[in-house]
Structures are given as structure tokens and as C-alpha cells.
């Protein structure tokens, strides 16, 4: 225990020393001043729920590793995996239809972590986008559930069958029409989330934006989820448009035009996509980016709990698995994140990895927690 507290203390007096390094680089204070509760002291551990910016000391890292290393030395067969994608929807639409909208939390942290959701002019001054190399967690002390976590639906095979689309399509042959009037045409800021479920972030979004000249669109490929949003008593078609869409079915169109949207917002969704149609997407999605845009995302970092957890036999691919319920997760590194959204023309403005220590106080379990959080712009 002396040892565990020795190292612990140490790897925190690092991180505190960076933290203030980074507060006194500006004047204005970290972009998301969120993410401040430091355990300084291991014997403080079940004082709260959630440890914010929680360094691994090697041992941990190294004990993480091989549990990933052994859960995922066995893969499921390539002859069983095709279903996991195209069934996906399937499988996500009977999730939707059992758990209804009493599975995720609202995301009431999005304007703390991402205040690019809003126009500038309604932005605090503290609350710019951060920069490249900024570090900080910028997370409130809410949690993100696990499926185990949050996680939206979007991938299939695009030979086969697609669930039912609410959307026309906008070209022939994949390629794109000019749209002359779409929802949300007079609007002059445009929010766009890909796989929103049943708007755990679109309603917060939505209570924000009235009477700001604001619109935000959402998709998911789930038809039960984008009729449960449509029956939520906030929804308000004034500022929101509602639709079934595939985000890995290159001829599926948006209902809006190309270079149109402020931002694109993907929480907990790209997770759900095989890690080699990845590229695809969000390649796709940053064309609907008007220049200075903004793409915002978050999901599962390497060595999260709920990949831990996983059995032998659920792997799919490498750092990929599927759920008992025929859903899948991926879990992504810092590096991998960088080269998704670069590789696709966007700048960096925020790359970061948000360790955290989760704590079940009546248990006296700890368990750690890693979350990606990024923003990337377009710049022409």
C-alpha cells in the first residue's frame, strides 16, 4: 500500500506541475475549466464518485495491456463476423425498442466541453476553442454511461439491405445535387450529430439554440430511435430535423448541401464503426463542413474499462468487439484519432485523452475510466 501511494503521489505531483505550467501560458485560463478534482491524496480515493486527470503508473498500463492482449487473442470467425455488420441495424433498433429513451443520460456537460455548439457571439470569453498541445481533460465530474457507455449506432455493409431512410436522395449514382431548399435553409448557424439515439444531446441542444438563428440536424440508422426523438416533447421542428440515415452507405445524402454546416458533432458513435470504414466516413462527413467548421468528437480511449471487461471470443478485430447484443465498440488511441481527422483535411485544435478514476464507494471498487476528446476545424 506504502508503494501504491508513493507512485500514485508522484504521478500526480507531475500532472499538477503541467496543469500549472498550462494555466500560467494564458491569461484567459484553460478553454473547458472543467475536470478539477485531483485526488492529492490516495487516502481520499472513496471520497468521491469520479478522480479527474488520473496518471497510470507503468504496472497499471502494463496489466491493462496484457487483458487486452488476452481478451482479444481469440477472434470471433470471419465467417460469423459479416452479421455484425449488416444486421447492425437490426440489432441497434431492438436496443431502442427495449430500453427507449431510459438508457442514457442527457449530456448536460456539451456547452462546458464543446461551446462551438453555439454561435460566437453567445460564447463566454473563457470558453474558445483550445489550441494544438492543449492537454487539459475538459469533462465534468458526469459520467459517461457505458452501453456500459453511450454509444449510437452506424455501420453496415453497403450491398445489403438498408433499414427504411426518411431522407430523399439528393443524387443519382452517388453523386451530389445542388439542394435548393432544404430544413434549416435560413438559418445561419448549422449543427449537425451523427447517430444521436434518442437526443441525449440533441434536446440540451435544442433548449439552447431557440431564437438564435440556430438549427441542428440529427441522424441515426435506427428508424425506433428517430421516432422516439420525434415524439419527445422538445422536439420542434422549427430548429431540429429528425432522420434515418447510414453514415457507411457512400450513396445516403444528407438533407442539406455540401459546405453547409458550423459543425458536425459525433459522440460515442465512430466507437460503433469497423475501424476500416472509419477513413470513409468521416471523410464524407467534413465535405458538408463549410470552411472554419468545426468537427467535434468523443468516445472510448485504449484500455477503458469496458474493454477490459470483454471475454475471449468477442473480438472482432484488433481493439474491436461486439456486446452481447450484437452491437460493436472500438477503442482509440491519441495517434489514431490525430491521423482520422487530419487524413481527412481538418486541423487540430484539441486532441486529448481523459483519464479518470471511477469509484463505487459502497464496494470500495475502483476503476479506470479513458475517454478521446478532440476538435478538428476546416480551414478552407
Known amino acids: 500500500m506504502h508503494t501504491y501511494k508513493s507512485l500514485y503521489l508522484c504521478s500526480v505531483a507531475k500532472y499538477v506541475c503541467k496543469f500549472c505550467i498550462r494555466l500560467q501560458s494564458t491569461a484567459r485560463g484553460p478553454s473547458a475549466p472543467l475536470g478539477a478534482r485531483l485526488l492529492t491524496n490516495p487516502e481520499d480515493i472513496f471520497q468521491h464518485n469520479m478522480w479527474d486527470h488520473v496518471q497510470w503508473t507503468e504496472e497499471e498500463k502494463e496489466r491493462a495491456r496484457e487483458k487486452a492482449e488476452d481478451n482479444s487473442s481469440v477472434h470471433i470467425p470471419l465467417a460469423e463476423q459479416g452479421k455484425f455488420d449488416t444486421e447492425a441495424c437490426g440489432y441497434w433498433d431492438r436496443f431502442y425498442e427495449t430500453h427507449r429513451n431510459k438508457f442514457f443520460k442527457d449530456r448536460r456537460w456539451l456547452f462546458q466541453e464543446f461551446p462551438e455548439l453555439l454561435p460566437l457571439r453567445l460564447r463566454s470569453p473563457l470558453a474558445d476553442v483550445s489550441q494544438a498541445g492543449n492537454s487539459s481533460s475538459g469533462r465534468t465530474s458526469e459520467t459517461c454511461q457505458d452501453h456500459s457507455s453511450d454509444p449510437p449506432p452506424q455501420h453496415r455493409d453497403a450491398d445489403s439491405p438498408v433499414c427504411p431512410t426518411s431522407v430523399d436522395a439528393q443524387a443519382a449514382h452517388g453523386e451530389e445535387t445542388l439542394v435548393t431548399s432544404f430544413p434549416g435553409q435560413h438559418a445561419d448557424f448549422r449543427i449537425l450529430e451523427v447517430g444521436c439515439g434518442v437526443g441525449n444531446s440533441v434536446f440540451p441542444i435544442v433548449k439552447s439554440i431557440k431564437e438564435t438563428g440556430a438549427f441542428v440536424y440529427c441522424c441515426d440508422f435506427s428508424p425506433h430511435a428517430i421516432q422516439l426523438v420525434k415524439e419527445h416533447p422538445d422536439y420542434d421542428q422549427s430548429v431540429c430535423h429528425a432522420f434515418v440515415h447510414d453514415l457507411c452507405e457512400e450513396g445516403a445524402s ?126 478552407h
Open 254 to 379: 444528407f438533407p442539406v448541401p455540401l459546405q453547409s454546416l458550423d459543425v458536425v458533432m459525433a459522440v460515442f458513435v465512430l466507437s460503433s464503426i469497423h475501424p476500416a470504414r472509419l477513413q470513409a466516413v468521416v471523410n464524407r462527413l467534413t465535405t458538408y463542413l463549410k470552411p472554419g467548421g468545426v468537427f467535434l468528437f468523443r468516445d472510448y480511449g485504449r484500455y477503458d474499462l469496458s474493454q477490459l471487461r470483454f471475454k475471449k471470443g468477442q473480438c472482432l478485430a484488433d481493439h474491436f468487439y461486439t456486446r452481447g447484443d450484437g452491437t460493436c465498440v472500438y477503442f482509440f488511441t491519441r495517434d489514431e484519432v490525430r491521423s482520422l481527422f487530419t487524413n481527412a483535411g481538418l486541423e487540430e485544435l484539441q486532441n486529448l485523452e481523459d483519464r479518470r478514476l471511477q469509484v463505487n464507494r459502497g464496494k470500495k471498487v475502483v476503476m479506470h475510466r479513458v475517454w478521446m476528446q478532440s476538435k478538428y476545424q476546416k480551414t
